[in-house]
């Protein structure tokens, strides 16, 4: 698919995708079955671009490298004349007195009469030297897509609070070898985390990462900066993610009370014509299978509403 950019503003194109990952791909798909003009805004970012293999996405009995994934999708939009991908970053998104929108992004602009937002989370990884090629290899962030390919294995979880305690107690039904580090300089631990981590048998050391022992993105130990030595076989990352809404809150598109871009059950925004999906609008669920039905969701409900009134059954 060409990546070639427009120099100046051209005709609107129905929908702008921003985000190239499994929600925003899959978005563009529907709208482009629509027979919809779709421009896809991705700058090549996002979980989707880790290194772990899904094993929870339906028809692909021995996993498949979320990159693949994305590479498949990408080769799928590929196949419809009316959709095109684009390397740029969106910086800028405004209002146009047609109702449309107007995109900015390094220097170039473009026009669109509806938004797909599906611009992901940043999660916050433990920071060591060289730590980016762990991540997906043996430094995970979510039980439910590698827990299972872990049990049995020694285990570190990394955070501070309970969500961290609470993902320990969670891994400790998979393996009896779980010990959790807070890598923080406070414990947010509550008593009663505390209390049932005790019982677990899981140790909790208040410490924070130096450095890491490991090599071809296999981790065999965690060195802290008291010099303590944890060896491992894995390491679950819960120092929680920031969901990128610059671009929503930009618009003026409301959020839930946790940040995340708030939505109906059709990936609605407050915003007429905006629509949202994928790990950006929700705490939890933060699944392959989750962003692919909530793109699929918006991309539907945009094209409900770029149909002329006769067309539509309200």
């Not at 671009?247 to 708030?262: C, D, E, K, M, N």
């Amino acid at each position: 698919m060409s990546s070639r950019v427009p120099r100046s503003v051209g005709q609107a194109v129905d929908s702008a995708v921003v985000g190239g990952g499994p929600a925003g791909l899959s978005a563009a798909i529907y709208l482009a079955r629509y027979n919809r003009q779709v421009l896809v805004f991705d700058t090549g970012q996002g979980r989707s671009t880790h290194h772990q293999v899904n094993h929870n996405y339906l028809g692909f009995p021995d996993g498949v490298a979320t990159v693949d994934l994305r590479k498949l999708a990408a080769e799928q939009l590929g196949n419809y004349p009316n959709a095109r991908i684009v390397r740029h970053r969106v910086t800028d998104i405004e209002g146009n007195a047609e109702g449309g929108f107007v995109l900015h992004a390094q220097g170039h602009t473009w026009q669109a009469r509806t938004l797909v937002l599906a611009t992901g989370v940043l999660d916050h990884f433990p920071h060591f030297p060289g730590w980016q090629s762990y991540v997906g290899h043996s430094m995970f962030w979510c039980i439910t897509c590698d827990g299972y390919e872990n049990r049995g294995r020694s285990i570190l979880v990394v955070g501070h609070t309970d969500a961290a305690a609470g993902e320990a107690m969670q891994l400790h039904s998979l393996t009896d070898r779980v010990r959790l580090l807070t890598n923080s300089r406070s414990d947010d631990i509550s008593p009663l985390f505390r209390r049932r981590l005790d019982a677990a048998g899981i140790q909790v050391v208040h410490d924070r990462i130096k450095e890491a022992e490991g090599r071809d993105g296999t981790l065999r130990a965690i060195v802290t900066r008291d010099g303590l030595r944890l060896e491992l076989d894995a390491l679950f990352s819960i120092q929680g993610a920031t969901p990128e809404t610059q671009l929503a809150r930009q618009l003026g598109v409301h959020l839930s009370p946790t940040g995340y871009i708030a939505v109906d059950t059709e990936q609605k925004t407050s915003i007429t014509g905006v629509y949202a999906a994928g790990d950006a609008t929700s705490l939890h669920s933060h699944q392959v299978t989750a962003a692919v039905h909530e793109g699929a969701q918006a991309a539907s409900a945009a094209n409900y509403f770029l149909y002329p009134p006769e067309l539509r059954a309200d």
